[in-house]
């Protein structure tokens, strides 16, 4: 791939294969924390990763109760999108801030992208899921918004552990800010390494 009509296309198929995988990953955590089935941001995850989900858990079953269909899908759409751009002849594509080419990747190698990719994407929705509730909960407080009960469901396991180790100081708590640099410095620790492997 080479040139603007070109470039828009890989962004095109990038940005599309990875908002559905987003919503399939956020079933998947959505489910893990137990978060409201009825909320309407819940409802609508539910309704577009259903028509896949709902035979595939038929062939991949649940592991130790978590939704283990819901990876599998994940992982398949992002290996779909690899094979999409390398089919395509695109030179290379960004994955937690490194550029990897894609010349003469065997399908094994894009198996080993794709998961990576679910990896980064994982701790992008918890990183982006406490920022975005961090913000809300200056913004509107008081009243029920679906998006910011379905964002303190996700963004609890995360939170809860580090707030008993970094108290409010002043009213004020910091335990996002911690949440925040934790995961960026655990996505800098595991993902290089496991694209040099590559």
Known sequence: MSGYGTNALQFLIEAVFDLYAMIIVLRFLMQSVRADYYNPVSQFVVKVTNPVLVPLRRLVPSVAGHDTASLVFAIA?????????????????????????LQNAGIMTLLALAGIELVALIINIFFFAIIVHVVLSWISQGGHNPIASLLFSLTQPILKPVQRFVPPIGGL??????????????????????????
Request: hydrophobic share 70%; proline share 6%; glycine share 10%.
């Open 77 to 101: 759409v992002l290996f779909v999108k690899l094979a999409i751009l390398y089919a395509a002849g695109a030179r290379g594509v960004g994955i937690a801030g490194s550029v990897v080419f």
């Open 173 to 198: 708590d910091l335990s996002p800010v911690v949440a925040i640099i934790g995961l960026q410095l655990l996505k800098l620790l595991i993902l290089p390494p496991l694209l040099a492997l590559l």
